[in-house]
């Protein structure tokens, strides 16, 4: 429950904000950003909730934004956390991006979604997708005056009726992320999973849909052998379109969708796995400068191959005059990110290659003190692979006109925000693991 | 019209943008009108007072266009508490719009005179909203259904006379769930505020309150599937509220509500953990508590995944589960390892997640993860990674030796804040081992330059004086100490005190000199009344009874341990019934930031009453309140079931137990490794809780001091004591 939403800018100036509930004035928008910083001063780290003479401040940031939230009481923190989210979302599918410019050009529009997102205080809709069935840019051209999208109280809020396509059509995208974290040893310390299933839909009408995968619990469950190999989700988030008590019950996975793009279901996976792609870095550092040798060997089968790999590593603030020599690729020094970047196009299944870089160190620092222990992190994507061995089984969809849809699968598997590796070593100091 | 402002504009030509705004708002062109409108709001916005215009605006309300009617209507929000007099033009409008045909203005119309809160037009909204509320489209009621909370929040007695209350019962069975769920919502809101409006002592209207029957909970188990998301975090909510009549009922409401663990929005995710929590309270069926515990862990490691304001959330609460169940997480430690770019907040969660999860099983890794954090680039957080391998070795005793050597190693890279930090980890792990790593303090010595913080002075000084008998030149290095004292912080001064003490008693010869300068230092110069009473309490043991001295200041202390809750038990489980909350991220009872004026023990005891939970409950409840009101909760970090230790502990029970004899007071209290900081825990510390026997040796005393009695009250004298003191010097 909130009393006040506002969208500030870094300076913590009010851009938009209303009001939902009379318990806490407006004034107290000014407060917010002093109080951070008085937090930060003080050495506490500033929390996403605080509270203030009696006013709760909760808030999220948005590139360079604070979405905030105020009230009093004692609110779902996490409702009032995710609807700031949901919020974010629905202006940046409005305006493309959400920034002080697209606030201000766009305020009579965001003062109307902030009206129909949120009464006194509690969440309504949120699904932008209907929201801008009567919510629009252009409303004021429109003759007829539009009415609330039947969808808006239906059991099923997330579609409306009456959608027509010549060709009916489902794409679905398995996107599979990998994090993993590498230790000075070379050994995996902690590795996941997050997997998506990503849909587009051009359907028509009302289509029940139902999706089938190599889930291990539910072989198990119906006694089945599978063929091939079946795969255990640990944990798996639908999108509020799909029938979970139907699934607590079967496993199985029927809903009806919302039209155009959506993430359908969302899962995690921890058993571990290996380095997809393995980097490694020997530093040699002698007065003045540092040099690197980086290693990077692509540890899956030769039939596949990852692009757009791109290797980051780190470097002291400091350097300078860089020189790089690669076997394939192309390096860069970046140094609005402490680091450089082998960026390699197309990487083959079990190759490997090798790269050196030299740089300049201006300041005389000791070695011992200061030291960044920045990991080396990799950005990549394989085509046509999933490490978890995921499969769509086949997906059924079922309208009452009966029309025949054509499903297209994808797969893809690539890094997650945290694939990062402690292996560059001072050389000499510690071995490297063969591999 | 135009006419009249014309003449206004003859008589002040150039009143600026205001004057230009109102010949626009009443312009013969839509259009101009329109923009105009929309000038006057971008006005509103960047903050300029455009309250002027009330009554040109108001002109433009009646409209075929939807979105110039919607602009005016947030003027009115904005502006209708300033001119209330001039409001009661727009009921008309109002009242028109909500017979509308388009269901859009209808529900737009009742939505805004709800929240215009002015007296005036409430009492034009009774019958617009009776219409709502039995309008037939479904948006229109459930907008009708939060204007009734609005209703009730402005003018109680209006919204229960007139029977809008008990239509907002009738709606709970309404056959659309988002319906259901707004009045679910709304009926919530309204309980809340009839609690809290409630005079003291009084009960609340019943009328108001929202009492979930057996009835009401099956209707809310069936729209749960059906709503959307907010709507089932409102239903869920509700459903953490219904006491269950039985454990048959319980064990059903678990089954129904389990299945929305798998929903992507997080907040649906952790209010039904929060539903779960309290209904397992009544589960007797041990293989559906083995199966919710299991299915919980999935989604909340899942919720580690999410955007870092959510994770946030998330930790807490998990940090708040753990504590009730440890066994939820047992596995899965990994997870909480701190990503280089995990922003400060998060990290400091996740290490306190990992020391709550550490075992005989995980620790190694654990212990090389910490390792590896020691060497980042955050000082905070390096300070809080190596406190944490303290932790570590007083959880797990087979660590300990581990732990010690990897300190060892973070001393040996010199860099000062990992250096002190060590020391103080140091002098805790002594505490829970004095007897193993004695071999460790000629490496601690050695640092002894370069400390410059007080707690890590103060805790190496504590380790000189507890093994000042094994330190060949501990009388050297303590008269650094002494020489610079009264530059010295206060916990430095008390630690110095009580080491030259301990020092003087296990090797008299050596700092008979030693301990009389200090002494003296102490009781003279010294402005700190604490360091002055503790030097008091020494020199007059030492001068009276030097065997009760040794028996007391070299008194064997009971092994430290770590807590395994942060809050008392009572208030644990209140908020585990809130997980998802403010309270439950906070970890502090909701009336202690609320912040409705002061919290009284009356508001407590009210809103327990209402719950009729145990007396424990209530009991722990009001402790914590008051803690709050005194000084900050967090550092109220003792088990309920120890309380009592605690607070005698912390009045001097040190002192009493040397009257007590062996079943001190002290010998129970848990002392907190964190708190040393805190002078009183000091003492605790200082004084054991076992009166050895008195040893036969008796150190010559080096003062005439006239003989004291040894009193066993609290360290501070009493006013008289202290006069006879000074009467005395």
Same mark, same amino acid.
């Given at each position: 429950?909130?009393? %006040?939403?506002?969208?500030?800018?870094?300076?913590?100036?009010?851009?938009?904000?209303?009001?939902?509930?009379?318990?806490?004035?407006?004034?107290?928008?000014?407060?917010?950003?002093?109080?951070?910083?008085?937090?930060?001063?003080?050495?506490?780290?500033?929390?996403?909730?605080?509270?203030?003479?009696?006013?709760?401040?909760?808030?999220?940031?948005?590139?360079?934004?604070?979405?905030?939230?105020?009230?009093?009481?004692?609110?779902?923190?996490?409702?009032?956390?995710? *609807?700031?989210?949901?919020?974010?979302?629905?202006?940046?599918?409005?305006?493309?991006?959400?920034?002080?410019?697209?606030?201000?050009?766009?305020?009579?529009?965001?003062?109307?979604?902030?009206?129909?997102?949120?009464?006194?205080?509690?969440?309504?809709?949120?699904?932008?997708?209907?929201?801008?069935?009567?919510?629009?840019?252009?409303?004021?051209?429109?003759?007829?005056?539009?009415?609330?999208?039947?969808?808006?109280?239906?059991?099923?809020?997330?579609?409306?009726?009456?959608?027509?396509?010549?060709?009916?059509?489902?794409?679905?995208?398995?996107?599979?992320?990998?994090?993993?974290?590498?230790?000075?040893?070379?050994?995996?310390?902690?590795?996941?999973? %997050?997997?998506?299933? !990503?849909?587009?839909?051009?359907?028509?009408?009302?289509?029940?849909?139902?999706?089938?995968?190599?889930?291990?619990?539910?072989?198990?469950?119906?006694?089945?052998?599978?063929?091939?190999?079946?795969?255990?989700?640990?944990?798996?988030?639908?999108?509020?379109?799909?029938?979970?008590?139907?699934?607590?019950?079967?496993?199985?996975?029927?809903?009806?969708?919302?039209?155009?793009?959506?993430?359908?279901?969302?899962?995690?996976?921890?058993?571990?796995?290996?380095?997809?792609?393995?980097?490694?870095?020997?530093?040699?550092?002698?007065?003045?400068?540092?040099?690197?040798?980086?290693?990077?060997?692509?540890?899956? !089968?030769?039939?596949?191959?990852?692009?757009?790999?791109?290797?980051?590593?780190?470097?002291?603030?400091?350097?300078?005059?860089?020189?790089?020599?690669?076997?394939?690729?192309?390096?860069?020094?970046?140094?609005?990110?402490?680091?450089?970047? *082998?960026?390699?196009?197309?990487?083959?299944?079990?190759?490997?290659?090798?790269?050196?870089?030299?740089?300049?160190?201006?300041?005389?620092?000791?070695?011992?003190?200061?030291?960044?222990?920045?990991?080396?992190?990799?950005?990549?994507?394989?085509? +046509?692979?999933?490490?978890?061995?995921?499969?769509?089984?086949?997906?059924?969809?079922?309208?009452?006109?009966? +029309?025949?849809? %054509?499903? *297209?699968?994808?797969?893809?598997?690539?890094?997650?925000?945290?694939?990062?590796?402690?292996?560059?070593?001072?050389?000499?100091?510690?071995?490297?693991?063969?591999? | 019209?135009?006419?009249?402002?014309?003449?206004?504009?003859?008589?002040?030509?150039?009143?600026?943008?205001?004057?230009?705004?109102?010949?626009?708002?009443? $312009?013969?062109?839509?259009?101009?009108?329109?923009?105009?409108?929309?000038?006057?709001?971008?006005?509103?916005?960047?903050?300029?007072?455009?309250?002027?215009?009330?009554?040109?605006?108001?002109?433009?309300?009646?409209?075929?266009?939807?979105?110039?009617?919607?602009?005016? #209507?947030?003027?009115?929000?904005?502006?209708?508490?300033?001119?209330?007099?001039?409001?009661?033009?727009?009921?008309?409008?109002?009242?028109?719009? &909500?017979?509308?045909?388009?269901?859009?203005?209808?529900?737009?119309? @009742?939505?805004?005179?709800?929240?215009?809160?002015?007296?005036?037009?409430?009492? #034009?909204?009774?019958?617009?909203?009776?219409?709502?509320?039995?309008?037939?489209?479904?948006?229109?009621?459930?907008?009708?259904?939060?204007?009734?909370?609005?209703?009730?929040?402005?003018?109680?007695?209006?919204?229960?006379?007139?029977?809008?209350?008990?239509?907002?019962?009738?709606?709970?069975?309404?056959?659309?769930?988002?319906?259901?769920?707004?009045?679910?919502?709304?009926? &919530?809101?309204?309980?809340?505020?009839?609690?809290?409006?409630?005079?003291?002592?009084?009960?609340?209207?019943?009328?108001?309150?929202? @009492?979930?029957?057996?009835?009401?909970?099956?209707?809310?188990?069936?729209?749960?599937?059906?709503? $959307?998301?907010?709507?089932?975090?409102?239903?869920?909510?509700?459903?953490?509220? #219904?006491?269950?009549?039985?454990?048959?009922?319980?064990?059903?409401?678990?089954?129904?509500?389990?299945?929305?663990?798998?929903?992507?929005?997080?907040?649906?995710?952790?209010?039904?953990?929060?539903?779960?929590?309290?209904?397992?309270?009544?589960?007797?069926?041990?293989?559906?508590?083995?199966?919710?515990?299991?299915?919980?862990?999935?989604?909340?490691?899942?919720?580690?995944?999410?955007?870092?304001?959510?994770?946030?959330?998330?930790?807490?609460?998990?940090?708040?589960?753990?504590?009730?169940?440890?066994?939820?997480?047992?596995?899965?430690?990994?997870?909480?390892?701190?990503?280089?770019?995990?922003?400060?907040?998060?990290?400091?969660?996740?290490?306190?997640?990992?020391?709550?999860?550490?075992?005989?099983?995980?620790?190694?890794?654990?212990?090389?993860?910490?390792?590896?954090?020691?060497?980042?680039?955050?000082?905070?957080?390096?300070?809080?990674?190596?406190?944490?391998?303290?932790?570590?070795?007083?959880?797990?005793?087979?660590?300990?030796?581990?732990?010690?050597?990897?300190?060892?190693?973070?001393?040996?890279?010199?860099?000062?804040?990992?250096? /002190?930090?060590?020391?103080?980890?140091?002098?805790?792990?002594?505490?829970? #081992?004095?007897?193993?790593?004695?071999?460790?303090?000629?490496?601690?010595?050695?640092?002894?330059?370069?400390?410059?913080?007080?707690?890590?002075?103060?805790?190496?000084?504590?380790?000189?004086?507890?093994?000042?008998?094994?330190?060949?030149?501990?009388?050297?290095?303590?008269?650094?100490?002494?020489?610079?004292?009264?530059?010295?912080?206060?916990?430095?001064?008390?630690?110095?005190?009580?080491?030259?003490?301990?020092?003087?008693?296990?090797?008299?010869?050596?700092?008979?000199?030693?301990?009389?300068?200090?002494?003296?230092?102490?009781?003279?110069?010294?402005?700190?009344?604490?360091?002055?009473?503790?030097?008091?309490?020494?020199?007059?043991?030492?001068?009276?009874?030097?065997?009760?001295?040794?028996?007391?200041?070299?008194?064997?202390?009971?092994?430290?341990?770590?807590?395994?809750?942060?809050?008392?038990?009572?208030?644990?489980?209140?908020?585990?019934?809130?997980?998802?909350?403010?309270?439950?991220?906070?970890?502090?009872?909701?009336?202690?930031?609320?912040?409705?004026?002061?919290?009284?023990?009356?508001?407590?005891?009210? &809103?327990?009453?209402?719950?009729?939970?145990?007396?424990?409950?209530?009991?722990?409840?009001?402790?914590?309140?008051?803690? /709050?009101?005194?000084?900050?909760?967090?550092?109220?970090?003792?088990?309920?079931?120890?309380?009592?230790?605690?607070?005698?502990?912390?009045?001097?029970?040190?002192?009493? $137990?040397?009257?007590?004899?062996?079943?001190?007071?002290?010998?129970?209290?848990?002392?907190?490794?964190?708190?040393? &900081?805190?002078?009183?825990?000091?003492?605790?510390?200082?004084?054991?809780?076992?009166?050895?026997?008195?040893?036969?040796?008796?150190?010559?005393?080096? $003062?005439?001091?006239?003989?004291?009695?040894?009193?066993?009250?609290?360290?501070?004298?009493?006013?008289?004591?202290?006069?006879?003191?000074?009467?005395?010097?």
């Amino acid at each position: 429950m909130a009393s %006040l939403v506002a969208i500030l800018d870094l300076k913590g100036k009010s851009l938009i904000q209303r009001s939902y509930r009379d318990d806490v004035p407006a004034t107290h928008i000014e407060r917010f950003l002093p109080l951070v910083l008085e937090m930060e001063e003080e050495g506490h780290p500033v929390t996403p909730c605080f509270t203030n003479q009696g006013v709760n401040f909760t808030y999220i940031r948005h590139s360079n934004l604070y979405l905030l939230a105020l009230s009093k009481r004692n609110p779902n923190a996490a409702e009032i956390i995710l *609807w700031l989210q949901h919020l974010t979302t629905v202006l940046v599918e409005y305006f493309k991006e959400l920034e002080e410019e697209s606030i201000r050009d766009n305020f009579v529009i965001i003062y109307e979604l902030l009206d129909e997102m949120m009464d006194f205080g509690y969440p309504q809709t949120t699904e932008s997708k209907i929201l801008q069935e009567y919510i629009t840019q252009e409303s004021h051209k429109l003759e007829v005056q539009v009415r609330p999208p039947q969808a808006l109280t239906n059991a099923v809020s997330w579609r409306s009726e009456g959608i027509r396509y010549r060709k009916n059509e489902v794409f679905l995208d398995v996107v599979e992320s990998v994090n993993l974290l590498v230790n000075a040893n070379g050994n995996v310390i902690r590795s996941e999973i %997050l997997g998506a299933v !990503k849909m587009k839909c051009y359907l028509s009408g009302m289509p029940e849909l139902r999706l089938g995968l190599n889930d291990k619990v539910m072989f198990e469950s119906t006694g089945r052998t599978s063929r091939g190999k079946a795969i255990e989700m640990e944990d798996i988030k639908f999108h509020q379109c799909v029938r979970l008590a139907r699934f607590e019950n079967d496993r199985t996975i029927s809903f009806i969708p919302p039209d155009g793009e959506f993430e359908l279901m969302s899962y995690r996976l921890s058993t571990p796995v290996k380095p997809l792609i393995w980097v490694e870095a020997a530093v040699e550092s002698h007065k003045g400068r540092v040099e690197y040798m980086v290693k990077v060997k692509a540890q899956f !089968k030769r039939r596949s191959s990852a692009n757009n790999v791109e290797i980051y590593v780190p470097v002291p603030d400091d350097a300078d005059s860089p020189k790089f020599r690669a076997s394939t690729g192309s390096v860069a020094y970046a140094p609005d990110k402490s680091a450089f970047v *082998w960026k390699i196009k197309q990487l083959g299944g079990g190759r490997e290659f090798l790269m050196r870089a030299h740089f300049g160190l201006p300041s005389v620092k000791n070695v011992e003190d200061g030291e960044r222990r920045a990991p080396i992190t990799v950005k990549f994507e394989i085509p +046509y692979f999933t490490v978890s061995g995921i499969q769509v089984r086949y997906l059924k969809i079922v309208e009452k006109s009966g +029309y025949q849809a %054509l499903p *297209w699968v994808r797969y893809i598997t690539q890094h997650g925000d945290d694939y990062s590796l402690r292996t560059a070593q001072e050389k000499g100091s510690a071995a490297i693991v063969p591999m | 019209m135009m006419n009249v402002l014309g003449v206004g504009a003859r008589a002040a030509p150039k009143k600026g943008e205001n004057f230009e705004l109102r010949a626009d708002l009443n $312009s013969e062109y839509r259009d101009r009108r329109k923009d105009a409108i929309k000038r006057v709001i971008a006005n509103m916005t960047v903050g300029k007072d455009v309250s002027g215009l009330f009554p040109d605006v108001l002109k433009n309300m009646q409209t075929e266009d939807l979105e110039q009617k919607k602009l005016v #209507y947030l003027y009115l929000m904005n502006y209708a508490k300033t001119q209330p007099e001039l409001v009661i033009l727009a009921v008309n409008t109002f009242v028109k719009d &909500s017979d509308d045909s388009n269901p859009l203005v209808r529900a737009l119309a @009742i939505r805004t005179m709800g929240c215009l809160r002015a007296e005036k037009i409430i009492d #034009y909204l009774s019958d617009p909203l009776a219409k709502a509320l039995k309008d037939e489209n479904p948006y229109v009621r459930k907008t009708g259904a939060l204007c009734v909370a609005k209703l009730y929040d402005i003018k109680p007695e209006l919204a229960i006379d007139n029977g809008f209350v008990s239509q907002l019962h009738e709606l709970v069975a309404d056959s659309n769930p988002m319906v259901v769920a707004n009045a679910v919502t709304a009926l &919530s809101d309204i309980h809340i505020s009839a609690i809290a409006q409630a005079a003291e002592g009084t009960a609340p209207d019943s009328r108001a309150t929202f @009492i979930i029957s057996t009835t009401v909970l099956n209707k809310l188990l069936i729209a749960l599937n059906e709503c $959307s998301e907010w709507g089932r975090v409102a239903i869920l909510n509700c459903l953490a509220r #219904y006491k269950a009549q039985d454990d048959r009922e319980s064990e059903h409401i678990c089954e129904r509500v389990m299945p929305q663990f798998q929903h992507a929005n997080g907040s649906v995710v952790l209010t039904a953990v929060r539903v779960i929590m309290v209904h397992m309270r009544n589960v007797q069926r041990e293989d559906l508590i083995t199966q919710l515990v299991r299915k919980m862990a999935p989604p909340l490691v899942t919720l580690i995944s999410a955007e870092p304001e959510v994770q946030w959330v998330a930790l807490r609460n998990i940090n708040l589960l753990l504590q009730k169940r440890p066994d939820i997480l047992q596995n899965e430690m990994r997870v909480f390892f701190c990503k280089y770019n995990d922003p400060p907040y998060i990290k400091v969660e996740k290490l306190d997640i990992m020391i709550r999860l550490a075992g005989e099983k995980n620790v190694d890794t654990l212990l090389s993860e910490l390792k590896e954090y020691a060497s980042e680039v955050d000082v905070d957080f390096v300070r809080k990674s190596v406190k944490a391998i303290g932790q570590c070795a007083i959880k797990v005793d087979s660590s300990a030796e581990r732990c010690v050597n990897v300190l060892l190693d973070l001393i040996s890279t010199r860099v000062s804040y990992v250096v /002190q930090e060590a020391v103080v980890v140091m002098k805790d792990i002594f505490r829970k #081992y004095p007897d193993n790593y004695e071999a460790v303090i000629p490496t601690l010595c050695a640092n002894l330059e370069e400390l410059d913080e007080p707690e890590a002075k103060a805790s190496l000084i504590w380790i000189i004086g507890e093994y000042a008998d094994k330190i060949e030149n501990a009388d050297e290095l303590l008269a650094i100490f002494v020489e610079t004292f009264m530059d010295e912080a206060y916990q430095v001064q008390l630690q110095t005190l009580t080491a030259v003490v301990k020092l003087f008693l296990k090797k008299p010869d050596n700092a008979q000199g030693l301990v009389q300068r200090v002494l003296e230092t102490a009781t003279k110069d010294c402005e700190s009344p604490d360091v002055r009473d503790r030097a008091y309490i020494y020199w007059r043991l030492l001068s009276t009874d030097p065997g009760a001295a040794k028996a007391v200041v070299l008194a064997h202390r009971p092994p430290i341990s770590l807590p395994r809750t942060t809050v008392p038990a009572g208030v644990l489980e209140e908020l585990l019934g809130e997980i998802g909350s403010l309270a439950s991220v906070y970890h502090k009872p909701a009336e202690t930031f609320v912040g409705r004026g002061r919290i009284g023990a009356d508001a407590l005891k009210r &809103s327990t009453e209402l719950d009729d939970e145990t007396s424990v409950r209530e009991k722990a409840f009001k402790t914590v309140a008051q803690g /709050q009101k005194s000084e900050n909760l967090l550092d109220f970090d003792e088990p309920e079931a120890n309380g009592e230790g605690v607070r005698s502990s912390i009045m001097g029970g040190g002192l009493s $137990s040397t009257s007590s004899g062996p079943a001190g007071i002290g010998a129970k209290a848990p002392i907190s490794v964190l708190t040393s &900081s805190n002078p009183l825990d000091d003492l605790v510390s200082i004084f054991g809780s076992s009166s050895l026997a008195v040893p036969t040796h008796s150190p010559s005393i080096p $003062s005439p001091l006239a003989p004291f009695s040894v009193t066993p009250t609290a360290p501070k004298p009493q006013p008289p004591a202290q006069k006879d003191l000074l009467g005395i010097f």
